[in-house]
């Protein structure tokens, strides 16, 4: 049996031109702050204030990739991927977030995109992966209205220069992270601690996606899509109504209070409703006449980037005061329950994604998808074969690209799945505790050594099949 994509659910095959990719981010891999123009980002600024990253470690070396990037084009080979997916950094080719590109900024990337061009390997470039120029946070940051112009006009300009040489391109990576754990929460850069900036953030990170959407379009870029962490929201005892009405917060604040605007070009009126008291979101006053409009600018792809499924509970004694990236929603809170997990202690559960896919496809009716994340850390070592015995991350990423292809059977339009990380790296306020990597990294030697499951997963790309 055929299903309309083409694809043969009877066996584990995916359908021909599958997208098998492997996933970076500037500021977690490049290193070399300093170099050839680059000016601090709110991440720089971030790392290097005491006790907000673990042992204070920052990304000023990371994976060196600055200057080792052949290396990794050449690993990437090695993984027998067929795009690459990573980020621009935006204070490296513009680095006070306005004015003209810096030189030295695109030629790295020229050369980058050489590299990758000899190797046959796709390039998939996320415009923004939460490194902000600084002097842009220092003016108000996201939840000021004028980054998202700023970011509107680095995206033209940076594919004025690119765009012949990129077919797909990515605005942002993860808004609800840079939004509510950066401005809400505080345990990612800017490390801010206001609810209702955290919502006009949302709200600009939006516009500036549907803005920069709109510039690319106009210059006849070839696909443009956002990526979203998304995931599958559960109360933790379904039959206490606190808790579904948490659960029903949370979904709103993680994946509605995005998906609607982008792909129905309306927010949630129950989230509207809840945020009231904190932020008027459906006044005029943040959402100006026609920014949905802009917001919603149609797609030609999403990414869903997906880790875990969260259980929610609404506590009996909310902390007033205590920092959450639920804003409006004191007392929520997330459930461990103890089942098995990775090294971030978030539940293996492949579940989740195959649900994450059916519902985006089901209630949305989105362009098609890709997932452009999916991995797991753990506390991976060389053994003195020379190896890296990671078989807890083989049948994670098994379970997870199952999860995809039964979703794919039934339907779905899921075009691709890349793997969260190409390398171990800067794993934000984790430092460089927390090892994603199919590859790898001795962070005193810069050393690389494919693990075992990057070899696992080059026999999967190469066969096209679990
Ligand atoms: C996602 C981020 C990515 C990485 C993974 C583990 O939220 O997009 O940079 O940190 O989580």
Not at 136 to 163: C, I, K, M, N, S
């Amino acid at each position: 049996m055929t299903n309309p994509h083409g694809h043969d659910p009877s066996t584990s095959r995916f359908p021909e031109g599958f997208v098998w990719g492997a996933a970076t981010s500037s500021y977690q891999i490049e290193g070399a702050v300093h170099a050839d123009g680059r000016l601090p980002s709110i991440w720089d600024t971030f790392a290097h204030t005491p006790g907000r990253v673990h042992r204070n470690q920052t990304g000023d070396l990371a994976d060196d990739h600055y200057h080792r990037y052949p290396e990794d084009v050449s690993l990437l080979a090695d993984l027998g991927v067929t795009h690459y997916r990573f980020s621009l950094a935006w204070p490296r080719l513009q680095p006070e977030g306005y004015g003209p590109l810096n030189g030295a900024g695109l030629d790295f990337y020229s050369r980058l995109l050489d590299s990758l061009r000899e190797h046959g390997i796709t390039p998939w470039v996320t415009l923004y992966h939460w490194d902000l120029p600084q002097s842009l946070e220092d003016a108000g940051g996201w939840p000021r209205r004028e980054t998202a112009e700023h970011f509107a006009a680095y995206a033209a300009l940076v594919h004025q220069r690119l765009g012949d040489r990129v077919p797909h391109w990515t605005t942002l990576n993860e808004p609800w992270c840079s939004a509510f754990l950066g401005y809400a929460a505080g345990i990612h850069a800017p490390g801010r601690t206001d609810g209702a900036a955290a919502v006009r953030a949302a709200h600009h990170l939006l516009l500036g996606h549907g803005l920069a959407a709109r510039a690319l379009r106009e210059q006849g870029a070839r696909e443009i899509g956002v990526t979203l962490n998304l995931a599958p929201v559960e109360a933790a005892e379904p039959d206490r109504a606190a808790d579904r009405d948490a659960a029903r917060r949370a979904d709103g604040l993680m994946n509605r209070i995005f998906l609607d605007p982008l792909l129905r070009g309306a927010y949630p009126a129950d989230v509207v409703a809840d945020l009231a008291d904190v932020v008027d979101l459906g006044g005029a006053g943040l959402v100006h006449d026609g920014d949905l409009d802009v917001i919603s600018t149609p797609l030609d792809f999403l990414g869903v980037n997906y880790y875990t499924r969260l259980v929610i509970r609404q506590g009996d004694d909310p902390k007033p005061g205590r920092p959450t990236p639920w804003v409006g929603a004191a007392g929520v809170e997330t459930v461990g329950r103890g089942l098995p997990a990775t090294a971030m202690g978030w539940e293996i559960a492949p579940d989740g994604l195959h649900r994450t896919l059916t519902r985006v496809w089901r209630e949305y009716g989105p362009p098609p998808l890709y997932v452009t994340e999916n991995g797991a850390a753990y506390d991976d070592e060389v053994t003195p074969d020379g190896r890296v015995h990671d078989e807890q991350r083989r049948a994670y990423l098994e379970s997870h690209i199952a999860a995809t292809h039964r979703a794919l059977a039934e339907g779905v339009d899921v075009r691709g799945y890349f793997v969260w990380s190409l390398l171990d790296n800067f794993e934000w306020a984790y430092g460089y505790a927390k090892r994603f990597g199919l590859v790898h990294v001795d962070f005193e030697t810069q050393r690389r050594t494919m693990k075992d499951s990057g070899r696992w997963f080059a026999e999967i790309t190469r066969a096209n099949a679990l």
